[in-house]
């Protein structure tokens, strides 16, 4: 079918009649195409293709954008003393070029749909999952291989981010959990009145501000405000290719800019707990004193004698954990910023709505670990 002695095709207008003849092969195809150039204005009317010494399916197609596929479809009728072969392939490229097979969709239904989605979604969050713990790994190497040389802790950085995360963060967590205490409060001794057991509103808001509220909402907050500053932060150097600077310069991203906003959260998250807790309780106070005709006085007896220490040890116990997961993740999906303003934006979502999860996932498994060992 094709010859590959046969000089290159070409084209010549004789009367109005063009002349094909030549090898229409893949190996001539930059000469065609220059042949097909020169000729695309020709004015004819009919042609002849009994010249032709070669073909393939690459020549046939340019012969189809020569003639038209309409035309080579009936080249049967027109050109009988073209080799049947030769009709065939022609007909053939035609007829696929002029209606292009597209693949059948596969027969979907709205459960395989759901399915293939559940499934995706579990693999990428297998995918993060694995992320997490690798990242989590490389920055307890870090901090470990940076304990024992104290001259290379970043102590400026470390009180920066303590007053950005944790002092600008203490007006918004007292108001909070201020009101959440009396909302709690509230809430309780509507509750415990129909019973005749007010008084042991005290005890509701002291054990649920001590052990749980205190921690979560505080972690909660940081989780928001802190998580996604560290990503946008991180992911801004990112963008702007900082980072590749940094590592250019022989210095080490982990070291720099994570040790640093970590060791902050872990210390600045104890005390915001600490701080939610004494508010929490305030607030529960006053709807005590003001709505139940529970004196301060009597509120503090109560906290002193039923509420043991073991409840505010649990709860601030909680919150370096909490703070490490934090400032992994806020820092982790930083790294992970591609280089646009839309991933900075994506990944500071993501950054918030993982540690929100991880804190609350977490703070479940402790209330429940801590419940069986009868914590």
């Known amino acids: 079918m094709a010859s590959t002695d046969a000089p290159a095709g070409r084209l010549e207008l004789d009367d109005g009649r063009l002349l094909i003849t030549g090898s229409w092969t893949l190996t001539h195809h930059a000469a065609l195409k220059?042949?097909?150039?020169?000729?695309?204005?020709?004015?004819?009317?009919?042609?002849?293709?009994?010249?032709?010494?070669?073909?393939d399916t690459a020549g046939a197609r340019l012969l189809v954008e020569l003639l038209g596929a309409e035309r080579l479809e009936e080249i049967a009728d027109w050109a009988p003393e073209l080799p049947e072969s030769r009709q065939a392939l022609l007909e053939t490229v035609a007829r696929v070029l002029r209606e292009p097979l597209a693949p059948e969709?596969?027969?979907?239904?709205?459960?395989?749909?759901?399915?293939?989605?559940?499934?995706e979604r579990v693999l990428a969050l297998w995918r993060q999952q694995r992320m997490l713990l690798a990242f989590i790994g490389l920055t307890l190497a870090s901090l470990a291989a940076n304990l024992l040389r104290p001259w290379r802790w970043r102590v400026t950085a470390l009180v920066a981010h303590v007053h950005q995360?944790?002092?600008?963060?203490?007006?918004?967590?007292?108001?909070?959990?201020?009101?959440?205490?009396?909302?709690?409060?509230?809430?309780?001794?509507?509750?415990?009145?129909?019973?005749?057991?007010?008084?042991?509103?005290?005890?509701?808001?002291?054990?649920?501000?001590?052990?749980?509220?205190?921690?979560?909402?505080?972690?909660?907050?940081?989780?928001?405000r802190t998580a996604s500053a560290f990503t946008?932060?991180?992911?801004?150097?990112?963008?702007?290719?900082?980072?590749?600077?940094?590592?250019?310069?022989?210095?080490?991203?982990?070291?720099?800019?994570?040790?640093?906003?970590?060791?902050?959260?872990?210390?600045?998250?104890?005390i915001l707990t600490f701080i939610g807790m004494l508010c929490g309780i305030l607030g529960g106070a006053l709807v005590c004193i003001f709505m139940l005709d529970i004196s301060a006085t009597q509120f503090l007896l109560i906290l002193q004698r039923d509420i043991p220490l073991n409840h505010f040890l649990v709860g601030l116990g909680k919150a370096p954990l909490f703070a490490f997961l934090i400032a992994v993740i806020g820092c982790l999906e930083g790294f992970k910023v591609s280089g646009s303003?839309?991933?900075?934006?994506?990944?500071?979502?993501?950054?918030?709505?993982?540690s929100?999860?991880?804190?609350?996932?977490?703070?479940?498994?402790?209330?429940?670990?801590?419940?069986?060992?009868?914590?």
């Open 356 to 375: 929100i999860f991880m804190v609350i996932l977490l703070d479940a498994v402790a209330a429940l670990f801590f419940m069986e060992m009868g914590w």
């Open 34 to 55: 220059a042949e097909l150039r020169r000729h695309a204005a020709s004015d004819w009317t009919t042609a002849d293709l009994a010249g032709i010494e070669g073909l």
């Open 341 to 354: 303003a839309q991933s900075v934006g994506e990944h500071t979502t993501s950054s918030v709505v993982q």
């Open 105 to 119: 969709p596969p027969p979907s239904s709205p459960l395989t749909d759901w399915l293939v989605d559940l499934g």
């Open 165 to 224: 995360t944790g002092l600008n963060a203490v007006p918004i967590v007292a108001l909070l959990t201020f009101l959440v205490g009396a909302v709690v409060a509230f809430l309780g001794a509507t509750v415990l009145r129909d019973f005749g057991a007010t008084i042991f509103t005290v005890n509701l808001v002291a054990f649920a501000f001590l052990r749980e509220f205190g921690v979560l909402l505080a972690a909660i907050l940081l989780a928001g």
């Open 232 to 270: 946008a932060q991180i992911g801004s150097m990112k963008a702007n290719e900082e980072i590749d600077a940094i590592r250019a310069l022989g210095l080490d991203p982990v070291e720099l800019l994570v040790l640093p906003r970590l060791l902050a959260m872990m210390v600045i998250l104890p």
